[in-house]
């Protein structure tokens, strides 16, 4: 299953690169840890899954409105939002090779039967179970041989880094040698503003979205004619300084978030959290993410963050293993308190109906471009089997993206490069891109080859226009999903494939 997991995980990523779908930062350059590029079909592809959610959350509604924050803010924002004091990881580093590692991704395992040891080691991993797993996994084959014999009268222990019994150290998974005790390592990325290089021109990269946000409710509520309950939605780029980015784009250093600030009454802030906490649950299900892949987690009480009432995650079961997409959180009215405390101004909302004065609760629905466009990639990559040119089954690999998702939405064909099909494949190529439909051209190799390609690039309808087109004006439209072709006439291809897509 492991292997399974990983070998997808390894095919994916080979047809992000080859067909330009995702490429590793800086690459001619060896690359830099956390960093992702994306390529023509994938800057395509993360922009529909933005335009999908501003057209959701922004312009089909009444009570959401838009917001685009500098991404460097005063620094106050971040003393009042506690990300200064709180914003950390555990880090623990290695005596030895001087790797670094995460704490709480670092567990030390051991297997004794009675005192002999027969297995220690230091193994990055989600949990203790996982650990232990991982760690027989790796042993020798004499060890696991042993392991075997040994099964029934084994102790297993796994103690996380950050969590070592005292007077223990963990071990370092690359070598083997000691880690240090974790400390703690705040993840946001420091600069510094103007020509001066010192403690007061020191700022930082904005962690998250949400900060923007608070700081421009009152700007909002008093320039956007809004009553309570309204929402803030924005999506733009964060930083995180992650020490162990890893699961390709899915933990970065930099990213894309989509988050909305939910502003209501706090008697009416549990109705609104369940809302959202459905809403946006069905709204990835509506775009393609409707296998049982994906599925609504509640976080334990002990799990909460101290402001929060509730929280539920979106989660994904990705190759690597299930992981979080979206977060939707009830705030409280803890982010507009604290900025009240901090700067001065006044955050109270007063209610002219019901004459109440409050500070609004915040629900939060907060997601990841890049995790979306992750989840989305992972759930349209298929192999099956399509008829190559003299109908013979030939397997294909195929990006089954939802149409409203994929990058290009229709490619054009002439069967051949002569008997004036090529003009006329031309003429339907132009049409499509003057109605804003993005499309693509092809007349070079055969035509079973083109179709494959638009089939791993995502393509939901490829038109080819043949020899028949010439006398009676039809042409071929080839659905990528079911493989049937029909003929429609050429003036309707443009209406045909812009209804395909809606
Ligand atoms: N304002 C709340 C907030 O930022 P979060 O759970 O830390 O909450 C929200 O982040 C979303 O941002 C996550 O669900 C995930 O989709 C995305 N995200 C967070 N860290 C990320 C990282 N290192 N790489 C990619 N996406 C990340």
Redesign the pocket.
């Known amino acids: 299953m492991a292997e399974e997991s990983g070998e997808l995980m390894e095919k994916l990523t080979s047809l992000c690169k080859r067909r330009g779908f995702i490429f590793q930062s800086s690459e001619i350059y060896g690359g830099i840890g956390g960093f992702w590029d994306y390529g023509p079909l994938g800057v395509q592809l993360k922009r529909n899954i933005k335009d999908a959610w501003w057209r959701d959350t922004v312009v089909k509604r009444d009570d959401i409105v838009g917001l685009d924050c500098s991404i460097i803010m005063n620094p106050s924002v971040w003393e009042a939002s506690g990300h200064v004091a709180g914003f950390t990881d555990p880090l623990a580093d290695c005596r030895k090779c001087k790797a670094r590692f995460r704490a709480d991704q670092v567990f030390f395992v051991s297997a004794r039967d009675g005192d002999d040891v027969l297995l220690t080691a230091g193994v990055e991993a989600d949990d203790e179970q996982a650990a232990i797993q991982a760690a027989s996994a790796s042993a020798n084959s004499k060890t696991r041989r042993r392991i075997e014999q040994h099964a029934d009268r084994l102790q297993w222990q796994a103690f996380r880094a950050d969590r070592a019994p005292a007077g223990q150290a963990a071990k370092c998974p690359a070598c083997g040698g000691d880690l240090t005790d974790a400390r703690k390592f705040n993840m946001m990325f420091k600069t510094h503003v103007g020509a001066m290089e010192d403690s007061s021109s020191q700022a930082y990269l904005r962690p998250?979205t949400?900060q923007g946000i608070f700081c421009n409710y009152r700007n909002v509520l008093d320039t956007a004619r809004l009553k309570v309950p309204f929402g803030i939605a924005q999506i733009g780029k964060?930083f995180?300084n992650?020490i162990n980015?890893r699961n390709y784009?899915?933990?970065?250093?930099e990213?894309e978030?989509m988050?909305i600030e939910y502003f209501c009454n706090p008697s009416q802030a549990d109705q609104w959290y369940a809302y959202w906490r459905q809403a946006r649950f069905e709204w990835y299900v509506g775009l393609g993410l409707g296998s049982d892949k994906l599925r609504l987690r509640d976080h334990e009480k002990a799990e909460l963050a101290h402001y929060s009432k509730a929280t539920a995650d979106i989660e994904y079961t990705f190759p690597f293993g299930v992981s979080?997409?979206?977060?939707v959180a009830n705030r409280t009215d803890y982010d507009l308190s604290q900025h009240q405390k901090h700067s001065g101004r006044d955050m109270a909302y007063f209610d002219d109906e019901t004459k109440e004065r409050f500070i609004p609760y915040v629900i939060?629905p907060?997601?990841?471009v890049?995790?979306a466009t992750l989840a989305f990639l992972c759930e349209a990559y298929c192999q099956d089997e399509a008829p190559d040119e003299n109908g013979l089954p030939q397997e294909r690999i195929v990006m089954k993206l939802h149409p409203r998702l994929a990058p290009i939405k229709a490619a054009v064909f002439p069967l051949v490069k002569k008997d004036g099909m090529p003009e006329v494949a031309r003429k339907i190529h132009q049409a499509l891109k003057a109605a804003g439909l993005a499309c693509f051209y092809d007349e070079k190799g055969a035509v079973g080859r083109r179709y494959r390609r638009q089939d791993e690039a995502g393509t939901p309808l490829c038109v080819t226009v043949d020899g028949q087109t010439l006398q009676d004006q039809t042409v071929t439209v080839r659905d990528r999903d079911s493989l049937d072709q029909k003929r429609i006439l050429a003036d309707q291809v443009v209406r045909y494939v812009a209804d395909a897509i809606a």
Not at 324 to 327: D, R, T, Y
């Open positions: 998250e949400a964060a995180r992650e980015p784009t899915f933990r970065s250093r990213f978030q988050e979080e997409l979206e977060g939060e907060s997601g990841g890049d995790r």
